[in-house]
């Protein structure tokens, strides 16, 4: 997420694959579908990302292609990374939520021309250090970024060696938070929780019990309507401060989420192609999606149906 965006225990991490809410699952890539890249079948592959907003995205899409243009459709989970290789091979067709890869973007889409720009999904994504409610409302200027070191006492876990705590998702998730901790000179140490469905339960855990803490979250993101959180405000953002992934001292962007097509699929895959095109909603549709798959624990088909029964007006629109 940002310019880049770069999601414990095993157990935990298969039951989150298993409920379709993780931020970082296992590299699937060798177990891509068998109908990817299949001639003349009406079959479409698509990328499942391991954080539920991306899961929402897939399963909308699933839904409206089996049930409204007569798909069969197959999902491939795989990380961040290798799905932009999965892609280019044709071992799917499209990823529906990018956070921004330039480094694969050049590659694969200039140089390569073996992916295709699908257009905007219609949600911003944004990446950020995040304190809960209660303790912004205790400790005000504990949302000023030159001020978390003298919280560092309050924030240590027995995780964190000695240091405050920066809870982040998944080592395979874009995150600048190691780098800004050095350059920016904090007392903090980031600790991985491992997956998106393993820093969830944390971070309810801490509210449950209104514990103190700070943790690399973004938006947009179901949670926040369950437990209310403060962003902390980083040195601004500008254009080219994060080029440098070792130097990089300010904000995470505001990314419009992207979608990817392999090359040949956008070219050839007819009105899947098109639909996939097409598909873009808001952050309230793919937030009303997530919570209730991740929270109500509907099943994915289950909350795209609710979803689309009552969205008709939005979706007809991708059909044409």
Known sequence: ?????????????AAALSLLTACGAADMTRQASPFAGARGARTVTLSV???????????????????????????????????WDALSQGRVDAILEDWGHPDQEKRYIDDKKTIARGGDLGVTGHIGWFVPAYLARQHPDITDWKNLDEYAPLLRTAESGGKGQLMDGSPSYVTNDKALVKNLKLDYQVVFAGSEAAQITQIRQFAKERKPFLTY????????????????????????????PAKVACAYPHTPLQKYLN???????GRAAAFL???KWTTE???EVSLMIADRKLTP????????????????????
């Open 1 to 13: 997420m940002a310019a880049n965006r770069r999601a414990a225990a095993l157990a935990a991490a």
């Open 49 to 83: 990302q391991s954080w539920v907003g991306a899961q929402a995205d897939v399963a909308v899409a699933r839904y409206l292609l089996e049930h409204e243009l007569g798909y069969r459709v197959d999902t491939v989970q795989v990380d961040e990374i290798p799905a």
């Open 217 to 244: 979250w973004y938006s947009p993101q179901w949670l926040f309507e369950k437990v209310p959180m403060t962003e902390v405000k980083l040195p601004p953002y500008q254009d080219g401060c994060d080029a440098d």
């Open 263 to 269: 090359a040949d699929f956008a070219k050839s895959g």
């Open 277 to 279: 095109k097409k598909f």
């Open 285 to 287: 549709d793919q937030n």
């Open 301 to 320: 088909e289950q909350a795209a149906k609710k979803w689309v029964d009552g969205h008709s007006s939005t979706w007809k629109a991708w059909l044409s």
